[in-house]
């Protein structure tokens, strides 16, 4: 009697570890395929630009583009004295190609005196387009200091490049 009653339990654990195992076959094969289902269907975020820290770079020759960043390059000049012109250069995502984007660049400058960035020069652009690599110009002549780009884009958070100081 005992040996029935051993391999009806027996029997019993066995169903119920069978229903257990395809309970949870089951229910791991649900979701993977709802995480494929919603990873698969998902729209990706547009692409949004990122405030870079100030920090203490040497700028360095002709940098590629990249976007959310501000990279910066110095142009050899073949005049003499201090005259030096320096190239902001970025990538801008437009969320909607079918509109235009504005955007403005903004060389600032270090003001010991006020410990803040004070504007020294600026300039406005835009574009219409899904993306688009910008580039600014500029020049600085006999005004050492520190100085730093800003990339301000509508509708987004402004991107700012390394400082970089102007010795002459």
Avoid at 37 to 48: F, Q
Wanted: with cysteine; charged share 15%.
């Amino acid at each position: 009697m005992s040996t029935t009653r051993s391999a009806a339990v027996l029997a019993s654990g066995t169903a119920n570890a069978a229903r257990l195992f395809v309970a949870a076959l089951a229910f791991t094969s649900a979701y993977v395929g709802f995480s494929a289902y919603s990873s698969a269907s998902s729209t990706p975020e547009p692409a949004r630009t990122v405030t870079l820290s100030a920090r203490e770079a040497p700028i360095t020759e002709q940098l590629p583009a990249q976007a959310g960043k501000v990279t910066m390059s110095v142009l050899a000049d073949g005049g003499a004295g201090c005259a030096k012109s320096y190239v902001a250069r970025s990538v801008l995502l437009n969320p909607d190609p079918a509109e235009g984007v504005t955007y403005g660049w903004r060389l600032a400058r270090w003001s010991p005196a006020t410990k803040a960035w004070r504007t020294y020069m600026v300039d406005h652009d835009g574009f219409v387009g899904a993306a688009r690599t910008v580039e600014w110009r500029t020049q600085i002549t006999r005004n050492p200091g520190w100085y730093r780009v800003e990339l301000a884009v509508e509708g987004a958070k402004t991107v700012t490049s390394d400082r970089f100081q102007v010795s002459c």
